[in-house]
């Protein structure tokens, strides 16, 4: 449960690294559409996890992942 609040807050310097790199090179639109497709995937992502699923072996793993893009933001 932790690991999912430490990704979110260690993602928000890297935030700056990938999308000033995506900025710098192509424009704020793409950067900015780039941000609000993962954002929109990651939360989809979170909404199928919140289903029953009877394996549950790979929820927290993806959960952690959906965390880290949707602090990519």
Known sequence: MFAVFAIGFFACPLDTVVFGHIGDRFGRRP??????????????LIGCLLTHDP?????????CCSDWFRALR
């Open 31 to 44: 950067a900015l559409l780039v941000s609000v497709v993962v954002v929109g995937a990651a939360t989809a």
């Open 55 to 63: 394996r549950r072996t790979w929820r927290g793993f993806f959960s």
